[in-house]
């Protein structure tokens, strides 16, 4: 959708649209003046981004899914027609909307020593740092449709899958130790992750917890048989090992996905995840 027409549908349902920030370094603009409302409009990136932005800020934010997985639209279950949720934002009750941190006590490429990552959909190793890593080698194709950039993604995760060999795993649950062979290990905040992969169907970003995900050899091929199953158009469920937590360290990562970014920890260090609760809030319409 381009500008004009977004600002047109704004407009039309009763909004003024005050100022359109296209860059993550203009988000300073947020606050001059205060807006009343702050709208994500695009994919997954750009929610997060937003998210990011209103983070400390007394304004609530409402998202319009315009990308290919719509990762944290589907999570909150935002979705229809855009002209529906425009007209929603008059009264849609407004949702809190945990984060998650990533904590780098020491230098961390692309992290300042000390400094701490926000993350909204989730952060881990395996299956997705390996599949982000491959889209970083063989891009996929730009400009096309929605749909076929998901198949595209699908059938990368599929390949990657019979490559992919169980990694070794430390980790801990609010204090609690756990160690183990994972072909994916995932911190969620959202219930998806990736091409729209729903690998933490019990996840809800408002209810102040985070949820750590696994899967071992011995669920390789119920992954298998998802990513089959997305592929082929038909109703897929999968049902992965998980537990809530507020804490989690990652022992030696080596590297990790945060969000769609990847991060190399430095041998010997450890990735301090903890749950900002409630650090935004979002505008949720009911149901039509």
């Known amino acids: 959708m381009s500008l004009a027409s977004l600002r047109e549908l704004i407009e039309r349902e009763g909004h003024e649209l005050v100022r ?5 370094s ?6 001059e003046p205060p807006a009343e409302l702050v709208v994500a409009a695009g994919g997954d990136g750009t929610v997060a981004e937003a998210v990011r932005a209103v983070n400390g800020r007394a304004v609530p934010l409402a998202v319009l899914p315009l990308g ?3 990762n944290i639209a589907f999570t909150l279950g935002v ?7 425009v007209r929603s934002w008059h009264d849609a009750p407004a949702r809190p909307f945990d984060m998650g941190v990533l904590h780098a ?3 961390v490429e692309g992290l300042r020593p000390g400094a701490v990552e926000g993350f909204v959909e989730g952060i881990g190793g395996g299956l997705v740092e390996a599949c982000l890593t491959s889209f970083r080698r063989r891009p996929l194709r730009r400009g096309e449709p929605a749909p076929w950039q998901l198949v595209r993604a699908l059938k990368r995760y599929a390949q990657a899958l019979v490559r992919l060999r169980p990694q070794r795993w430390s980790w801990t649950i609010d204090g609690s130790a756990r160690t183990d062979e994972c072909l994916l290990l995932e911190v969620m905040n959202t219930r998806a992750v990736g091409p729209n992969l729903e690998v933490a169907p019990a996840a809800s970003p408002s209810d102040g917890l985070l949820t750590v995900v696994t899967a071992r050899e011995a669920d390789r091929p119920a992954l298998s048989a998802y990513i089959a199953d997305r592929l082929a158009g038909r109703d897929a469920r999968i049902e992965l090992p998980f537990e809530p ?3 989690v360290d990652i022992l030696d990562p080596r590297t990790l996905h945060v969000d769609d970014t990847l991060v190399h920890v430095p ?3 450890t990735a301090s995840i903890r749950v900002q609760a409630a650090a935004v809030t979002v505008l949720v319409p009911p149901p039509a």
């Open 79 to 85: 979705g229809g027609p855009l002209e529906r949720l």
């Open 26 to 31: 203009d988000t300073a603009a947020l606050a």
């Open 68 to 70: 290919t997985a719509n």
């Open 245 to 247: 937590a507020r804490c």
């Open 267 to 269: 041998a010997g260090s």
């Open 20 to 24: 359109v920030i296209e860059h993550a």
């Open 105 to 107: 006590p020491r230098a």
